[in-house]
């Protein structure tokens, strides 16, 4: 069984910094893309950033030159710095990942976790 667990998530006022935190765990054989996405309440879900297992990472518009990606494939961990954030980057993130497990090796699932809340305002 394969588990995601974020971290990191809180209250900043605009213009202040938060770092997230998502670790995979348990019958891991391999991690493939990883990735963030966020949530407010009567929206769909809408993808922030994504990194592969080279480095290569993709932004959402709103938040290139703000927000960076970054993963530990030792670590099966993936990062969200964000920075300059304002009161519209308010919602619930989620990390996912693509993943393979010793019991099928072969084929990769997506994998979600359970989402950590940011909030910006002052």
């Known amino acids: 069984q394969v588990e995601l667990v974020e971290s990191g998530g809180g209250l900043v006022q605009p213009g202040g910094s938060l770092k997230l935190s998502c670790a995979a765990s348990g019958n891991i054989f391999g991690v493939k893309d990883m990735g963030w996405y966020r949530q407010v309440p009567g929206k769909e879900r809408e993808l922030v950033a994504v990194?592969?297992?080279?480095?290569?990472?993709t932004y959402e518009d709103s938040v290139k030159g703000r927000f960076a990606i970054s993963r530990d494939n030792v670590e099966n961990t993936v990062f969200l710095q964000m920075n300059s954030l304002k009161p519209e980057d308010t919602a619930v993130y989620y990390c996912?990942?693509?993943?393979?497990?010793?019991?099928?090796?072969?084929?990769?699932?997506?994998?979600w976790g359970k989402g950590t809340l940011v909030t910006v305002s002052s």
């Open positions: 996912n990942g693509m993943i393979s497990d010793w019991i099928d090796a072969r084929r990769s699932r997506l994998y």
């Open positions: 990194i592969t297992r080279d480095g290569q990472a």
